[in-house]
């Protein structure tokens, strides 16, 4: 059920109720200590949801059409979107409502529409004028099929093909059909016995607009002359026909079969084809015929002045050809080229330079949509090479598992990932300008920097520059570099916890300031990043191994001041040789046989070559433990100003010192609790388990993981893991309960006890069960000491609850002001240390001040929790909850982040009804609440995120991502920042005839159309043969094509304000040249009159 939004009543309730009883429950609360007030900024009207861009490759697509003039380029998909690419940054995304497959486009060309025809027989024509393309008009038939659209250049009627073999034509100014039909039966008269099949071809012949080719599936072709209503030639063939193309001079054409043959047929000898050719066939010796092939898919035949034809054509290879990848063939003279392509081919185009087709082709690229890529081959170089692509398509390269969004970066981070990415980039591309360079770019209103991070499944993560609402890959980095990489099946170790992707990113933790990145992968794997601009050999790759058990008496200590005897610290800061532990054989096993203390991943022993970029400095791996293989990492956090990474799972709690190489902590989530756990949990016994595929971390089995427990309780299996993997399901309801996994991990510098007068560093840790733990941390003085005296941790004892899972923590300054996490500034790492020593001592910020503001000791802060079911804010170091907001009773949170906005803070929240919230901070108030988009599968939860500035981003289909905004002022922007698809241009001259061509006949013929379509003559077509539905175009779309797309005036009124100067000159030379006919014509009068009764012999 929709939920209709009444924010701004909202906004004046629970400001007059709420605030005031929660002002009245922390006035009891403290009684002599009011907190201060702080002025919020943010109200309603500041938020509005819309969807802003989508980006990546078309998903499932269906159908192609190439606009020559504008240089634009469309791509249809099977669930109805349309995608529009113009110059590198100019994208449009549209949608049909049916959400039908698109079967075919039609541009008209240079007029600013397009008509797409879908699976569900219905026609449409958008309006490209306007920045969002909308339907001017639509045509539904009813009683038959279409199959297959021709829409002539520079023509208004469009001619429509259809299973019954019968051609209709639609005005496609009027949207209606005329009464002018071709049936299938009075096309092919008496010379076939049976029905020919569907129309699979139409075209005119580019000499003559007056003679139409029909191909239908059977085999047969017919020449119809629209004058005489009947057909000059009929052609037959006894294999089915794909597709058939002209020659440019209309003397012939050629046509592709099922049985992987070309024919080519001279239009005046229909008895026989004049070549028959198989391109992939083996050439048999006795003169038989070669042996079938697989159905040519599609020919173009393209001429060029200067030397042989073009044929181009898609699928025909010979059926021995198992396993060979799908190729398009270019056959040029004697030469054959046959280009293998990565997914199989769904349609492709040759790029001409002129739009007439009755002039050389000059064709100079095939545009190739594949299955899963778009690819363009430059024909006038040799070897054909292909264009490198601007276009973002490359997201889906191996599934998308996680994502990241930074909106508001620091400004030298783009540049410094463009610079090491750019290395990354393959050679051997076409030296040319990418081709489609149709439309114009809009006017950025946003400068600041944005990036958004994808995780993959092949372990891969990418940088993308994502600014103003444009994308562009910067930086690929392969994480699986540091592993051996098993050869076969049987080399494989039996370590594995998951069969497909070991390698696949579920959480990735980026700290932009210091460029500093870490990630989670699958198989319980933490990797540290540093990043450098210089190239480096690392002889041993750093390395840790970590038990994490969930068991009570495993850990003695519950301060946990030294590492656990359990962990084994095994990589050490100096490069001296490591003890073969560190790289552990698969076989190691306890006393009764079970696995025991090996990690599932082997670390490589060779030298690793670390290209500049992102540098492996520290690898963390969890280890079996008595048979149980580690449980997958559900938290993951790192601070680049204490040198800290932290990790949880469903077992519990591990901290490193990544600058140390040291595990500092290492807790079952129990322990956390002390003596106060409510649950009185008991240990379990360690069980056997193997955890399902890795597979449902990618879109493979996306509708297989939602089991009823987890739609009770969604995160009792923890965040990215819940939407990923269940674990095994011999684990009862019970155990799955008692395992409270961590969800929640933030660094902050703040007060962890109630009596503490000022902030120091500390941890602040918050499980699936809704409880939240601080651990301090006790950082050496200085950044000597640092690398010489351990870090000291320990647990608070404070411990804070609220309903659902822990999803969020940030924390908000005395005045309301975000403070975000201490961080390093960036240096580089790999420069030699004697001329850096003096620059980092300078340099380096001490790690007990925190960067927003340097606190007063007495000053408050506040502690912003967000679970999957409500908000509190705390006010430290009171402890006390100031404010508290039910964000959802029957539904749960699936994302809520703390995100800065027009010089405010607010919260945002993503529920699993569908729902986008945000609320103020601190006192919570309810300000948006739009019914966006109900959680349809684990895909969206997983890669949704909000990020500043009003940003938010998911991965709507497995290769496409789409951008919103819930920012009122981007919202109005929007428009202004869109590209212009459609651009003024000069149709091309069309081609001289030349004198003897004119003179004898011999140029192209051209027909009205309108007298022999119009209703005048050919009288209206059936009103149940279609129905038309006026399109929700919009006042712009109306104005730009008011009186009629193709109409002459709606092109002069264009290009009057376009070129008003050009035109002005032009009217008063029309002008001039009218008063001077017309003076003429006077004197013409005059002079007859004059010698009008004169006898010749008089002049």
């Known amino acids: 059920m929709r939920k209709f939004n009444i924010r701004k009543v909202l906004d004046g309730l629970t400001a007059g109720s709420s605030s005031a009883s929660q002002q009245q429950q922390q006035q009891q609360h403290q009684p002599g200590n009011r907190e201060p007030e702080i002025q919020e900024t943010l109200q309603s009207e500041h938020f509005q949801l819309c969807k802003t861009v989508r980006h990546g490759f078309p998903y499932q697509p269906s159908a192609l059409a190439f606009d020559p003039v504008q240089k634009i380029l469309a791509v249809g998909t099977q669930t109805g979107a349309l995608r529009l690419f113009g110059r590198p940054g100019v994208e449009c995304y549209c949608q049909h409502d049916s959400g039908a497959a698109v079967i075919q486009l039609q541009f008209l060309i240079n007029e600013g529409a397009l008509v797409s025809a879908l699976a569900d027989d219905t026609l449409h024509l958008w309006n490209l004028r306007q920045k969002r393309p909308a339907i001017l008009h639509s045509l539904k038939f009813c009683r038959e099929r279409v199959t297959f659209c021709h829409l002539p250049f520079q023509s208004k009627w469009l001619y429509v093909g259809t299973e019954r073999g019968n051609i209709h034509i639609v005005n496609v100014e009027s949207f209606t059909l005329s009464g002018y039909v071709i049936m299938w039966n009075k096309a092919i008269e008496l010379s076939s016995k049976s029905h020919p099949g569907p129309v699979v071809h139409i075209s005119d012949n580019p000499m003559d607009e007056g003679k139409l080719l029909i191909g239908f599936e059977s085999g047969t072709v017919v020449l119809w002359d629209l004058k005489s209503k009947k057909a000059d030639y009929r052609y037959t063939y006894d294999e089915a026909i794909h597709s058939v193309a002209w020659h440019h001079e209309g003397k012939q054409f050629i046509c592709s079969h099922s049985d992987g043959t070309l024919t080519i047929w001279n239009v005046r000898s229909p008895a026989k084809p004049v070549q028959t050719i198989t391109p992939h066939g083996k050439q048999l010796k006795d003169g038989k015929k070669p042996e079938p092939c697989k159905p040519i898919l599609k020919v173009e035949f393209k001429t060029t002045r200067s030397g042989e034809p073009f044929i181009i054509l898609s699928g025909g290879l010979s059926y021995d050809t198992v396993g060979r990848r799908p190729c398009l063939t270019v056959m040029h003279g004697k030469s054959t080229a046959v280009l293998e392509m990565d997914y199989s081919i769904v349609d492709f185009l040759t790029l001409c330079e002129t739009p007439y087709p009755n002039d050389f082709q000059e064709p100079y690229a095939v545009v190739v949509l594949l299955e899963k890529d778009l690819v363009l081959i430059d024909l006038a170089q040799n070897g054909y090479p292909i ?563 009003g940003q938010a981003l998911y991965l709507v289909l497995p290769t496409e991502i789409q951008r919103l905004t819930y920012s009122q002022e981007t919202c109005e922007n929007l428009q202004e920042m869109l590209g212009e698809l459609f651009t003024p241009v000069e149709t091309p001259e069309a081609p001289n005839r030349g004198f003897f061509k004119g003179l004898f006949g011999g140029g192209a013929q051209s027909l009205d159309r309108e007298e022999l379509f119009g209703e005048s003559s050919s009288g209206r077509a059936s009103r149940s043969l279609a129905q038309h539905i006026p399109g929700p175009g919009g006042i712009e779309g109306v104005k730009g094509a008011a009186s009629g797309v193709v109409g002459e005036l709606a092109r002069a009124r264009l290009a009057l304000d376009e070129r008003g100067q050009k035109l002005g000159d032009l009217e008063e030379r029309t002008a001039a040249m009218l008063s001077s006919a017309d003076s003429f014509s006077k004197h013409a009068h005059e002079m007859m009159l004059k010698y009008k009764d004169k006898k010749w012999y008089q002049f």
């Open 387 to 949: 264009f490198e692509n601007p276009y973002p398509l490359s997201i889906h390269e191996s599934p998308v598992t996680c994502c990241e969004y930074f909106a508001d970066c620091p400004v030298d981070l783009i540049p410094a990932l463009y610079s090491v990415g750019v290395r990354q980039k393959r050679q051997g591309y076409s030296k040319k300008e990418w081709p489609i360079n149709g439309g114009n770019w809009g006017l950025g209103a946003q400068s600041y920097p944005e990036i958004i991070i994808t995780g993959h499944a092949d372990g891969s993560v990418k940088f993308w520059d994502a600014s103003a609402i444009t994308l562009q890959v910067l930086y690929k980095l392969k994480t699986s570099k540091v592993f051996e990489k098993s050869r076969n099946k049987d080399d494989r170790p039996n370590t594995d916890i998951v069969d497909e992707d070991p390698y696949a990113i579920q959480i990735i933790s980026w700290c932009p300031e210091s460029r500093m990145l870490c990630i989670a992968g699958v198989s319980a794997h933490v990797i540290i990043y540093r990043f450098s601009k210089q190239e480096v050999v690392t002889e041993v790759i750093p390395m840790l191994e970590v038990r994490l058990l969930y068991e009570i008496n495993d850990v003695e200590t519950p301060e946990g001041e030294q590492p656990p005897p359990l962990s084994t610290p095994v990589g050490s800061s100096n490069p001296q040789p490591i003890p073969p532990q560190s790289h552990p054989s698969t076989s190691s096993s306890s006393s009764d046989g079970l696995r025991d203390n090996v990690p599932c991943l082997k670390v490589k022993s060779s030298p690793l070559k670390q290209s500049p970029g992102y540098q492996t400095e520290l690898v963390i791996q969890l280890v079996w433990v008595g048979g149980e293989p580690p449980q997958q990492i559900t938290s993951l956090a790192l601070n680049s100003s204490y040198g800290l990474v932290v990790f949880g799972n469903c077992n519990g709690i591990a901290m490193v010192d990544y600058l140390q190489k040291a595990v500092l902590l290492n807790l079952g989530t129990i322990e956390l609790y002390g003596s106060n756990d409510p649950y009185r949990r008991e240990p379990r016994s360690p069980r056997k388990s193997r955890q399902p595929s890795g597979a449902g971390l990618c879109d493979i089995t996306e509708g297989t993981v939602v089991t009823e427990d987890r739609c009770k309780s969604p995160t009792s299996d923890v965040k990215d893991n819940s939407f990923s993997r269940s674990r095994s399901s011999s684990v009862t309801s019970i155990d799955k309960e008692s395992r409270e996994a961590i969800s929640a991990l933030h660094f902050c510098e703040t007060f962890t006890r109630k009596a503490d007068s000022s902030p120091s560093p500390c941890l602040w840790v918050g499980t699936t069960l809704g409880t939240v733990f601080i651990i301090t941390l006790s950082l050496p003085p200085g950044p000597e000491q640092r690398l010489l005296q351990p870090v000291i941790v320990s647990p608070s004892g404070t411990i804070l609850r609220l309903k659902g899972a822990i999803l969020r923590m940030a924390f908000l300054d005395a005045v309301g002001c975000l403070m975000p996490p201490a961080s390093e500034p960036w240096k580089e790492h790999n420069v030699p240390e004697e001329k850096d020593e003096k620059e980092k001592l300078k340099k380096r910020r001490p790690v007990s001040v925190s960067p927003s503001s340097s606190q007063e000791i007495s000053e408050t802060q506040y502690a912003v929790i967000c679970s999957e079911k409500q908000a509190k804010v705390i006010s430290l170091p009171t402890q006390n909850c100031v404010y508290k907001q039910n964000i959802t009773e029957t539904s749960f949170v699936l994302r809520g982040d703390i995100v800065a906005l027009s010089n405010s803070v607010c919260l945002a929240c993503f529920c699993a009804n569908g729902h986008i919230m945000t609320f103020s901070l601190p006192s919570l108030r309810p300000l948006l609440d739009v019914y966006y988009l109900p959680l349809t599968n684990m895909r969206i939860a997983r890669t949704f995120c909000f990020t500043n500035n």
